[in-house]
């Protein structure tokens, strides 16, 4: 994974080549392209967020004549149906239980599948790759939920999210476990520890490097969740923000400066993450995606 | 399939010691039962389901009771023209996509690992739409290119270019989402075409160099052959997204005009929603086959040279 995160030039610097003119001008014009492709759209959130209802409709690229950014958070806090505070707190909780389970879970499966070679290994490899492939079959899901009393609960959301999340971790954390030295498990044994210390007192906190990336890119995946939570969880007291998203779309056409107020809020959490933990997200995201 | 476990950096080292007494020792150390979770989760709220699904598409369904029709939704699947179209845009959007993202990703991936003004900046911004919300992205590309204040028809129509409905006009409706989708994830592919080309020796460059091939001949004969495990990753993953898409159509175009953005995912839910359960299950039949008939022979084709891990 270190390989990825070094993000070290590809060619070397060439001092003294003619090309350094025009490295400047590729530069400069890379940086405004990506301005205007890459950053407008969400320049575009902001000022929307902070216009009038009126001024928001017009969905010009123009600064709003008077800032509204602070009654907008507080209008979209306030409204009282569309409960984007019980939203956030419902995609919490969802989050951190799925991806608590995922970590747990997952963690086992790819240290034993590393460490026993086994007849089954195949096998479970299969499957876990099904799992990323495979596109869940909807109905039959929300017949097993309904069979199991989990339709329409948060329990059974969690469930469904950390079952969808198992294959990516599996990848992720049987790789990891392949680089830390085997002589370090038959020391601890040694040591006397049984295979539950050997696991979580000694192997566990060895993967803390892959366990941030983990929580990261499953945090930001379950989230940003749209689809699963739509048909497993359907009920406006049990909404994501993604769904009060989705909900505030469909009714208030009028309300745009809301409805982008909204887009707005649900950008942080994951921008914040990735100012903080630019390494490791970028890190889970292309060894997940490299195991793809 | 296990074909698909190609890295596009180096795999990190196995330790393979033979199995001497010491280690089979060891086996009971690395209890079996440490699956059982995972298994139990993945039996119960996946396997189930999606083997479910193969009788339930053989019966017309209301969650309570099933009578078997045999293979009439897949008639019926096969038949309707809206149905069928939406069969038809999967492949069509899955398979412009993923190009897309190969080609945009491969040149951004070229540009980043130059020594280019900005680089930090530049990679920050292309990959952070990855990280937002699909629903969101949607919903700002949907004002973005709003047919008559949208931003892209403003500036189109102000140096005198066609001015089109981005989303309201069937022949292009499904385009759009598509290059929406290709902006959200081009900055993955990017990523993992950095990590492969960071990951060719230099040796290669600086001989190539000496030899004085140009820029052309350097990428035609060391960056890109030796960047084809990261093109075979970009090519998987941006098909399994593609293949699978639902949440970007959903927020953008819902599947319109008429039916002309729909594809399977988005049919999947519509007949869901209408109540008819086996015909939605149905739908998820024909995109797991589709799904799986398209990944095993790509995934094969892309890493029969690699070895397996």
Redesign the interface.
Known sequence: ?S??T?????????RRHPGTVR??V???V??VV??V?????FV??LL?AAKSPAEAN????TLPTDWQLWQNLRAVFQSGESGIVRAFVNSAVLTVGSVL?MV???A??G???Q????RWN?L????V????????????????L?G?NLFKTMGGMI??E???G?SFC??LFR??V??I??EL??AA?LDGA??IR??FGVVLPLLKPVIITVVLVQS?AV??D??NP??FLPGSENAT??QT??AF?SQSVSQ?NL??TD?LL??IP??V??VFF?RQ??AG???G???? | MTATLTTAVAPPQTTKAGPGPARSRMRSFYPAWFFIPAIALYVVFFAVPTFAGFWFALTRWTLFDQTFIGFDNFVRFFQDPQLVSGFVHTFEYGFVTSAAKVVLGLALALLLTSPVLGRGYLRAVVFFPVLVSTIGIGITFKALLDPFHGIVNGILGSVGLPTPGWLTDPALALWSVAAVDVWKGVGIATLIFIAGIVAIPQEYFEAARVDGASAWTIFRNITLPLSRPAMGTVIILSLIGGLRSFDLIWAMTGGGPGFTSDVIASVIYKQYQAGFYGLSTAGNVVLFVVVTAIMVPVSWLLNRKEPEL
Request: proline share 8%; hydrophobic share 60%.
């Open positions: 994974m390989a990825v070094a993000a070290r030039p590809a060619t070397p610097a060439r490295r400047w590729i530069g400069v890379a940086i990506s301005f492709v890459f950053l407008v759209p575009f959130v929307q017009q969905l010009g690229f389970i747990v879970f997952s086992m499966v240290y034993v599948l460490r026993r070679p086994g195949g479970i490899n299969f499957f790759l099904a799992g990323l492939i495979v596109p869940p079959a909807i109905v039959p899901t929300i017949w097993v309904q199991l469930l469904i950390a079952t969808f198992l599996i990848l790789a990891f392949a680089t030295p085997k498990d038959e044994v049984g295979p050997l696991f930001v989230f940003n749209f689809a739509l048909y923000v993604q998203l989705y779309q745009l409805l982008f887009v649900i950008t994951p921008l993450l990735y630019q997200i970028v995201m292309t060894s995606a490299v195991k793809g």
